[in-house]
Structure formats: C-alpha cells, structure tokens
C-alpha cells in the first residue's frame, strides 16, 4: 500500500491554548486562512439559506429546566455503534483537510482521541486512511463516498477495515459539488493533493481514483447499490445526508445501521432544510430501526440539548472542528471539543439533567415565535 | 414597413464575459448605466414590498433532496405553448430597452437563440419587432399591451405574425404606469424613442401609436375585449399579469393557451402578493385548462426548482436577463441564462431528478419558519 | 368673541412645491424644525412600538388587484358624516401646530379645502376655533378634548356651530399626555400659546381653560359624560381614539355617529396594537351603526385602498399632514393631500377598481408572513 | 455576629438626579463602569437568546386601553406575602453588588424603602444582611441560595429573622454559575469580597461558606431538601428560578408561598424560555395556591402592565435597578423606581384603569405578528 511510503510531517506539539469560547476560535481562525482557505471553509452554497438556517433552527425551541434536581456531577458518557463516547459527539469529515492547517484531519484525529471523541476521517483528504488512523488510539469512523464502481467502494472499505476504522459512513448527498458562490467567485479550486491522499497505487490507478472525485458529474449510485454492497462490509455503516421520510426508508431497507441528518452544512444543495427540522421526520419513518445522528449548526453545548432532546442519539460537529483546526491545529481542535463538552455539562447540570437518558422531550418547548 | 428603413448599428462582437455567479452581473450593472437608468432597471413601484416580497417568497418554500437517485446527467429541456426550449426558462419583456445596452433586446434576443431559451419581445422598445425578429433564429413571442383599439390591436398581431412570432404574450397589469418612486425622486422618464420603436408608419400614425403608449391614462380594455380579439389572432395567447383566481378564470373563459403569474416585477401595483403565493390559486383556478407560468424574484436554479415544484411550467426572467444586457451585452445575457440553467442542472443532480417530468410538489416543503 | 380681536398674520403666499412623493417631504421636514420641534412632531410613545406597529400593520395586507377591468378614471369622491370629500380623507387633528409652521392649521385648513379634503381642527392649537373656520370655506370638523366640566365642554360646541363647523370630533384617548420619551429626553413641553389659542375670554376663565388643558391629570369624563352630553350638539359628533369593541359599544350607546379607529399616531399609550389590526374588533361591534373612521401609519394611496377594502368609511392623516405643514406650510400640505390621492387613483386604476364602492373585503388577502 | 465590626462607609448624600427615562440611566452606568464589570452587569449566558428574549416577550402582547374611564389619579398600591407595596414591584437580588457601586446594596435597600419598594437583598454580597437590613425601615425580603447544608442554611434564614427579614427568598436556577460568555471572554471574576459578605465567623467557617458559593460544581439540593427546612423557617418563604408547571408543582408541594417565574435574567441556562412565555404555565400549574411574581426584561410602566395583566401578582426588576445603581448610587435606585412607577401609572390613566384589581387578562390581546 503506497500510503505506507508517504512521509508525514511529525505535527508540532500542540501548543498550549486558551480559548475560553467558540466566538473566539472562529475570531482566530481567518486570520491563519488565506481569504480562500476561508471561504471554502466558512462558506456554503447558493445564498446560504440552508447554512443559516441550520443555526436558525436551534432558536426555535426552548428549554425547560428541572431545578432542585440534585446534579453535582453530570455524565455525558454514551456510545455509537457500540463505540464507547465520552460525549454525544463525532467530528464529521472534512475534505481538502490540510487547507486549513498542514496537519489536516491528523490533528483532528488526535484532539478527538484526547477527549474520548470519535471522528469520522474524510476520504477526500490529504493523508491517506491509514496514516490517519496510526495517529491516535481509539474508536475512529470512515467516511467514504458514494461513487464510482462497487469493487473500488469495497477496496477502500477493506483499507478501512484493515486500518482499524470501526464504521463506515457513506455520505449520499454529493453525487457532486454544491454551488458554492464564494468560491466561485474568487475562482478557487482545493488543489489535488489537498483531497486526493487515498487515490494510492500506481499512477493510472491513482489518476482514476483522482478522476472518480472530481466534482460536476453526477453518481450513478442508487440506494440498491448500496444495498447491495453491504453484506460485504464487515463494520457497522452510517449513511450521511439523509433528510427525508423517504430516504430514511431507504436506508433502513439497504441495511444501514446509522443514518446522519445531515445537509453537509449548507455546503450542498442550499434550500434544503435545518437538519433540526428535518429530525422528528426522519426519526418518524426510522422508527427506531436505525441509530440517528445529526449535524449542522452545532455551535454550543445547549445545541447538543436540544438535538439530543429532539430525538438524537448523537451529534457531529464539523466546521467548528475545523475552525479550531484552522486557529490552532489539535490544540485548536482540543479547545473546541473541550468547550463543547464544558458547556454541555454546565447545561446538563442547570437542567437538572445528571446523564444522557434523562434528556428527553421534555426538556424542550418550541420558542413562542 | 417603416421599421425596414431603419438603421440598426450591428452590435459588437460579444466579448467572452466570465461571470461565475449573477451577483457578479449584478454588481456590474449599475456600473455601466446613468443613476437614472439604474433606478429604472432595479426599482420598483411604491414601497417597493411587493419587489422584496417576490425574492422573499422563494425562502419560505424548502427543497426535500432525494439521494443515491442515481442521476447523472439530467435534462432540463421542455417545452411551451409548442415552442421548444433548452430549460423552461423564457425571457421576460422589458420595455425602454436601449435604455440599458444600444442593443437592446437585439441582444437578448441573441442571447436567447444561443441558449435555446425562448425570448418574450417587448412592444414599448426601441427596436421595431420586425428587427428584433431577424436577429436570430429559434422560437420567439411578441409581447403586446391591452392599449388602445381593436384594429391597432390586431394589426401589431399580425405584424408579429408575419415576423414568425410563435406565440403572443399580453400584458394585463399595465393600464398605466405603476407608482415608481425611484425614478419619480429623479423626474426621469425613459426618453421617447426609448420605447416607440413599434409607433411606425406615416407622422401622425406615428404619434397616435407613441400616444397609445403614454401612461397614465387607463385602458378601456375588459376581458370582453381580449375574447373578442381572440379569434383572429393565429398564434398561441398568453396573458401576464395574473394573480388571482378570478383572473385566471377569466382568461381561460377568454381563451388564452396561458397565463403569466406575474406582477409586473413588483414594478405595477406595490403590494400586491408575490408570485410565488399566488402560483396555487391560479392552478387551482385553471384547474389544467391553461399552461402557467410565473416570473418575479427568480435569480436562482433553485428558484426555478421551486416555481416548477409548485406546479409552474416555465419561468420568466425579466430583471435579471436586463442586469445582464446592462452589464454586457448580449455576452451579459448569454451569461445570466447560462449560469440560471447551469444552477437548475447542478441543483437537479443533487436534488436526485433526472428531468423536469420529476420535479413535484414532493420537492418541497414550506419552511419553518 | 376674544379670538375676533386676535390678529392672524397673512400666510405668505403659497410657493409652488415640487414634491414627487411623501418621501421627500419627510426628509425636508426635520431639516426647517428645531430638534425640539421636530421629536414632537414625528416621536411617540414609551418604545414607540405603537408607533412603528401602525405602518407594519399595513404590511400584513396584500392587494389582489383585477385586471382588464377597463377603468379609465376612476373616482375616488364619496362623503362622510353628510360632507363631500373629493377622497376618503381627511386630516387629523394636531395640537400645537404652530411648532411647525407659523401658520399652523390655517395652513392646513387651506390646503384641505384646496383639495376637496375635510380637515378636523385641533382645539389644542395656536389658532382660535373661528379664525381657523375663517380661513376657507368647505366642511370642517371642530375637535375637542373630553376634559373639564360639561358646561366648558358645551360651550366651546357652540362656538364651533357657530363658527360653521360641521361636526364635532371628541378625542377619548387622551385623559393626559403619553409618556413621549424623545421630548422627554429633551426636557421639551410646547410653549403655552402654541396651544391655548382656544382659551380665550376674560383673563381668569382663560387661565382656567388652560389648566383644564394641560397634562398629567386624568379626565373624569366617561361614557355617559358623553352620553348626556350627546342631545346638546347639534351636530354629528365623532369620537376619536376606540380601540376595542367595548369602547365601540360604548359609543354606539352614546350616540355618537361616527368612531374613529385610533391610537393617536402613537403618542398616547405605547403598546395599543396597531389601528389597522383592531379595525375589524370596532366595525363586528359597530354592526353598520356608526361610521368607522381610521388613522396611524396612512403614509401611501395603497395604504388608503387597504384600510377602505377592510371596511373603513375614511381615513385621516395627521402625521403626514404635518410633515408637509412643516416643509413648506401650506403648499406642503397641499402637496401631501395631492400625492396621497394621485397614488390612490393610481392605484385604483391598477387594481381595477373604478370607484370606492368596488373597494371591498376581495381586494385584499393576509400577507404570506 | 463578625458583620457587626464591619465598616459601612457612610454613603454620599444622594445627588440629586434628573433621569427623565431609563434609556439615559442605561446609557450612563457603562460610563461608570469598567468595561469587566459592565459585561458582568449587562451579559447574559450563552448567545444571550433568552436574554433578548425576556424583553422580546413583551412585545409578543398588546395592551386593550378603556376609554372615558373617568380615572383621575390611580392607585398601584398592593401588598405581597403580606407586605404593603407602594407599586406591584420588588427589586430582585444582585450579587457582587459592590461592582456597580461601593454601597452596593445598601443603596438598593435605602431607595426602595424611600419609594414604598420591597428590596430582596442578595446573599452573595459584600454588605451583610444585617448591615443592609439596618440601613433602612420597611419590609425586605432576604435572598438565600439552595445550596450547602440543610444547618448553614437554617443558620443564615435566622440570621435574616433574627435582622427584621420579613421573607425568604430561594434561588433555585442557580446550582451552579451559567455560562457567561462575555466575562469569560474578559477572564474576568468578580473578587472574593464582592460576595462573601455573609462569609462571617472563624477564619475556617468563613472559608467554607466562601466555598460553598463558589460556582462550578453543582448543588444537592433537591425539592426534598426544601420541604425538609420550610418548617423550620418562620417567614414566608419564595423560591425565584421557577419556568415549568413541573416545578410550579414542585414549589407548592414543598410549602412554598410563591414563586418567582425566572431565569435569572437570563444569565443563568441560555435557551430557556422568556419569563413572560412562562407565565401562563406556572399560574395554571399553581391553581392559586402560590402567590405569583415575574421577574426578567421589565424595563417600562407598561411591562409591568403586561405582566400583572397575564397574572402576575408582582414583579421583580434586577438589571434596571442595578443600572440605577451603577449610575448614580442610591439616587440612581430611586431614579429607576420612580420612572417605572409614574410610567406604570401613566399607563393606568391611559388604560382606563384606576388600581391594580382593574387590571386583568381583557387588557391584553397577542400581538399580530
């Protein structure tokens, strides 16, 4: 396996930080960015309806604390998948990684590790899988997409398998790239090597690999590819970008054991709705056949609240990962989760919400208006 | 024909223009008009509510994506009133065209043809509609006002029949000019052979025809009119300017091939509804008796996703195909419809529908708030 | 008569104005006003949410106009209470009028007879009752406050009868002054003759007319204060200022002819909701036995067709009125009044409506949101 | 008793102030603070939503004014948990008081007894409860956390007792401190001796209650905890922090005599509903059984109208008289008070309504949008 040969840079130790909130991270972070680095991460598709709304939706509800509940100490202990959590959290993946810091997803890895966070490594990234997965100890998700042929699928499931990953996760909702106006208009592009890490082996192989994700043609994958791919998968699967009644259905019928509520933060197809808003539709026709997670838009420990209370066994957290990688490399990535963590405690414990299976419907209210 | 004697300056060669987004043609515009030309290109009437509302409309509908639909390359071609057409785009009329490019809608006209989008031609414009009509080939309507007699009426008709019109598009919501405050607060009005270029034949003739053109004044003409015109006219009616049941009921008891939900661009009666909202209860009216389109507020692939989501056939552009001719030209156009329909392709593909016959009421959802 | 030896400098003569629309007489206003003079006239109450509730109101209508309706000119006359207005407006009582021009509403008695509009004369003003009647010929309103003792009250009827007014307008919202915090900030109250114009006789009873004035105090007038006052005026009378079907009932009860909708623009109790919101309350309780008047946030000829298409008889304006009174006196005034009913012709001709009787509950629908 | 030795610096003479509304007391107190202590003051937890929220609320209603009321001078007087009240309102307890000014609470105390205002004077104080409850006459109500010992606490309610303390009043929001983004952006705590004024006794006894103030780490207490005290506690007992019919129902199991609906002005759980939104829910949860107070986002006369319109009995001001305090000391207290109390019964005159009875749920409607 080429990636085998691939040097990694040793990651510089992270630097002590001491952000006290998010607002901060994402103060930091365009100032590490070029102007395009910034627009590829902050930015989303079209006009942003969907990247704002996602944010938006959280407003909409209101929570309902129990005072006098006696919590001194909270848990926010769980697990995914059977992969043991020290928080209802996952990183989501993030392609064309080491444009926001040369240790790309390694130091996501990293930081996830150290506080008992599973990530969900990005197939389209500079490092190859398995130096990804050498960096840290721990339970570790692959994302892979849903293109090209079967075999190729499978052969990067099997690298992952091999590599240790404990679950696959197959994003559905990019058949190709969003319209994604602020690039666009500075005429930016990721370049190769910033996402083509894992098209490994010998050079016509690897220009396939590279050519199978290149955006702006369309997948010829249905959900009975998927279907039919995975007896052959050895891990438990997620499928991300389901938003709908009818595709939870399906990803229920293709024997997947996870699906993400997910619009790829507004990156995508913007005027699809809040992933907050789509939740009890998908839960509804889940009907408790398959693990739900969700992302987009969490930016705080109460926004784990509310998405746990809606129904939510998880959250991912994705460009505010990256903000913190982008600010700080893992230390940066660390600050992050460990704020979101903090703060979910601290809400848990003004709830009156001492673990995770006492954050119920209850807990939430819709906003008067 | 008066209108073979005059000059037209051959329009430059369109320079390769390299537009990534239409915020860009927007931004451009202004840059190249008079402030008296761009508050009459980009203002409305009133308030100017019913110009925000129509923009407004499309964020309160949401796309529900459908993944893994194994689309690949999806076709955006239909057709309307028989004319076929490359996406179910047309371009909307604009009076005064000069006003924005020496071409005028020559150039839109051009543009159009190059596309394979099909071109509504103003009657109030410099251009006569015979020169208009020999600008390209390809399917073209004649835009015509309900102004004046029965017999003036009909001879414009059949100017535009012999031209090789395919279609007749009347505008109802114009009998004299809206409450434009932007231009008002400038004390502009488009110069005379801004928009007299179809006032043609011997002097008085001649400024009978411009005098017709004059607003406020009102207009004798009633739904009797229109049916009673109607037979003699050979080629498919459209009406624009419907936005109500009693309309639409109207115009099909008049028998029109099709109906315009249009005000006007927000730029006849200030608050009126937008023509996203009024889209239902004209379908309903109409009950499948007439073809439907609307125009207003689309700026977006997405927009067009959700006018045809909620039962429209075509859509209009008026405002943006003109900020394009400000901007550029016929090159500015061609820019604008190429940048709509490649959005309408890319937002298909991800939101999983291989052609229009897909596009349903399934694909959206009212927005949440 | 006192106010027969009260000398009334000649206004100077109308210079010709050129306003083309409210806006630019808003923005002249403040700039020929002290800052003193100009918070009064344009602040209002506490939050001033009342105030910015009143124009929103407007914004939750849409208009449904009718096309093809073959209105050529269309009549916007009709009459109230018995007097004929060229439009469905008159202006609105102001106090201390001459804050804003020296000729107070001399000015705009003037100009309102000018138009055909029927002014309501402030009692609280500069200018005594019978000068201002001298001014112009043309109905008049006479308004009085419902203060002091039945006796005073009833006197200053008579004077008004005998001044040829042709109704009484009662002002029931004002026991004392809100709590207008843009003067307040200011340390600003009038100077007393800018309001006392109408305490005149003997130095005492002047003096006690102008304590019966002043704010602060409460009124002990109630309902059958009116009530029984009601047989001693021979004219109609109005009250000014119900809100709510109790006060509607109550004025029916009374024997009042006519109520109008208001929340004095504003400047009396911060939080009342918006007139337009509360016009259907007032006419379900009225049931066709009393005129129904409204005023607050009428700034456009669309605003006149909403309020009238939700069964108001007529509109007053108050506001605007004085903002063209401190423009330009009295040609300001004439100049607010002439645009008002041009955007109101106007916008009958586009909705299709030929005269106020064809003005109803179908020309308008709620906004979307 | 160690609060005796303590030194009270004699407050100045209170300047006379001249504050026409509480927009200029808001506008002075940043200028008397450092920029820590004025986030402290004016920040809320989180993204501050239910900060904005509470004061959102009100305008979520609408007041129903009665007109020709015949009210001359209305009464606000009233009387809660048997305590006579000049106005329906109380001063809500603030911590770290010396922050804003260096007689603290001491100032709060003195300016509500001058206006007839019950203070609820805060545990967490630099001034003793006996200092404070010496430093003037009147009923006050003594502020204690639900935290610590079931003995500590019993010991500070008798300390209160035993200094005149009419009241109790338990914080229930408060287990542990909210999250506050704008001070942790500062890196800013309030020092030790700006809370611990009731830390008094030994060395080791004053640290430990020092310790049990310290935030972070959550509270024991349950409703329990309190049923077991309130019979040793021989005053009227509120608890402040309650938001659901759950804790209503809590509240009066545990033998409280009413409940403060509260989020602590929103500094405490972010995302928690405004107090107003509550009301409804805790007052029917209560059937009558709890005298009802609100507090969060009264900043107006009218507010105070809404509340007591939807069931409050009284409500508490914190922000807005701490503001006061800020600016000006003891006179920047009574300042505040004042404008609420003349706003409040200028708003009574104008609603036609002449004391607190007349007050009820017809003065309210919803707002329209």
């Known amino acids: 396996m080429a990636s085998q040969s691939m040097t990694v840079s040793p990651p510089p130790?992270?630097?002590?930080?001491?952000?006290?909130?998010?607002?901060?991270?994402?103060?930091?972070?365009p100032r590490m960015l070029s102007p395009e680095a910034w627009a590829y991460l902050d930015g989303g598709a079209g006009a942003e309806e969907t990247l704002a709304d996602n944010l938006r939706a959280f407003q909409r509800w209101r929570l309902r604390p129990r005072c006098l509940a006696g919590v001194v100490t909270p848990s926010t202990a769980t697990q995914f998948l059977g992969m043991p959590l020290a928080a209802p959290i996952l990183t989501a993946p993030i392609g064309s990684d080491i444009l926001f810091h040369p240790d790309g997803q390694c130091a996501t890895v990293r930081a996830a590790a150290r506080r008992g966070i599973v990530p969900v490594v990005s197939e389209a990234s500079h490092w190859p899988l398995e130096t990804v997965a050498a960096c840290a100890d721990g339970p570790k998700v692959m994302q892979l997409h849903a293109w090209g042929g079967r075999d190729e699928f499978l052969a990067l499931v099997e690298r992952a398998e091999r590599a240790g990953f404990s679950a696959i996760c197959v994003t559905i909702d990019c058949p190709t790239l969003g319209w994604r106006e602020r690039i666009m208009r500075r005429r930016f592009t990721p370049r190769d090597d910033a996402w083509t890490g894992n098209c490994v082996?010998?050079?016509?192989?690897?220009?396939?690999?590279?050519?199978?994700?290149?955006?702006?043609?369309g997948s010829e994958w249905t959900w009975e590819t998927l279907a039919d791919a995975r007896p052959a998968i050895g891990l438990p699967v997620m499928v991300k970008g389901v938003l709908t009644a009818e595709d939870a259905e399906a990803a229920v019928a293709a024997g997947v054991d996870a699906v993400v509520v997910s619009n790829h933060g507004g990156r995508q197809l913007d005027g699809v709705p809040a992933t907050l808003d789509q939740l009890p539709e998908v839960l509804e026709a889940g009907r408790g056949r398959v693990a739900v997670?969700?992302?987009?838009?969490?930016?705080?420990?109460?926004?784990?609240?509310?998405?746990?209370?809606?129904?939510?066994?998880?959250?991912?957290?994705?460009?505010?990962?990256?903000?913190?990688?982008?600010?700080?490399?893992?230390?940066?990535?660390?600050?992050?989760?460990?704020?979101?963590?903090?703060?979910?405690?601290?809400s848990m414990l003004l709830a009156g919400r001492a673990d995770l299976r006492e954050i119920d419907r209850s807990l939430v209210r819709r906003s008067a208006d």
């Open 13 to 29: 130790a992270p630097a002590p930080t001491q952000f006290t909130t998010l607002g901060e991270v994402y103060e930091t972070a």
């Open 201 to 217: 082996g010998p050079p016509g192989a690897a220009a396939a690999a590279a050519a199978r994700l290149s955006g702006g043609r």
């Open 293 to 346: 997670a969700l992302d987009g838009g969490i930016r705080r420990g109460t926004d784990v609240l509310k998405a746990l209370a809606l129904g939510a066994d998880v959250v991912l957290v994705g460009r505010a990962a990256a903000m913190g990688l982008a600010a700080a490399g893992e230390p940066g990535v660390a600050a992050v989760l460990r704020l979101l963590v903090e703060e979910l405690e601290r």
